[in-house]
């Protein structure tokens, strides 16, 4: 079974740059996350995606960030303009979601972002 | 707000030992737990599950305790090896949605 993928795995920025993250999830899960990772720190939601609509993004930065899931299969994030302190890992995962109790995630290999 | 808490310093071990990753939580009643594995430069990993109304889980030589009362799970490795030297999560969810709150992690050296 293909795990989560997401593209690029690096990528290095200049601040008020754009960046886009590009993530497939395993096929048939419905749900759908997007994470920020700063170093020595844990995930933290950005934003929940149940099919192609949004759950949850109350930790998102709207003001600059934005994210879309079309066909409620794979899914973009994207950071216009980037600032320094968005320097972090973007961690994707899935789940199977509708009708499972619990919620086990699986998890991309993550993109690593430098603003410079 | 909710706060979950694990131990930031590295906790460092030697072979053959029993490591003991420790996780607290305040503000926040969760209907289950779950840890992660989380090894440099990738993703992390699921390793267990333990739900509210569970004391005790077992997988190999790992074991979570869940302790409602006092707010804390307990993640145990035994006969630890070096190759379990990573980051290790703890994260808590309800059954009303699909969300994960996850700690900061607790790095794991096992000294060979």
């Known amino acids: 079974e293909a795990g989560v993928a997401q593209s690029p795995r690096y990528k290095i920025i200049e601040k008020r740059q754009s960046v886009a993250f590009w993530c497939n999830p395993i096929?048939?899960?419905?749900?759908l996350y997007w994470y920020q990772q700063i170093l020595g720190q844990g995930p933290k939601l950005l934003i929940q995606?149940?099919?192609?609509?949004?759950?949850?993004d109350s930790q998102l930065p709207k003001d600059r960030f934005s994210a879309e899931r079309l066909k409620g299969v794979d899914s973009t994030l994207k950071i216009q303009p980037a600032k320094l302190e968005d320097s972090a890992v973007y961690l994707c995962?899935?789940?199977?979601?509708?009708?499972?109790?619990?919620?086990?995630?699986?998890f991309g290999p993550g993109t690593r972002l430098t603003v410079l | 707000s909710q706060k979950i808490e694990q131990n930031s310093e590295a906790l460092n071990i030697q072979e053959g030992k029993t490591a003991t990753l420790t996780c607290n939580y305040t503000?926040?009643?969760?209907?289950?737990l779950q840890w992660y594995r989380q090894d440099p430069g990738r993703g992390p990993v699921f390793l267990l599950l333990i739900r509210e109304n569970e004391k005790e889980k077992r997988k190999e030589r790992l074991k979570v305790t869940f302790d409602t009362t006092l707010k804390q799970s307990l993640f145990h490795i035994t006969a630890s090896q070096p190759a379990d030297s990573a980051t290790y999560l703890c994260a808590l969810g309800r059954d009303s949605s699909y969300k994960l709150i996850f700690g900061s992690g607790t790095r794991l050296l096992v000294r060979p």
């Open positions: 503000n926040y009643s969760p209907a289950y």
């Open positions: 995606f149940q099919n192609n609509g949004v759950v949850d």
């Open positions: 096929s048939g899960h419905a749900t």
């Open positions: 995962a899935s789940s199977l979601g509708a009708g499972v109790s619990y919620n086990e995630q699986f």
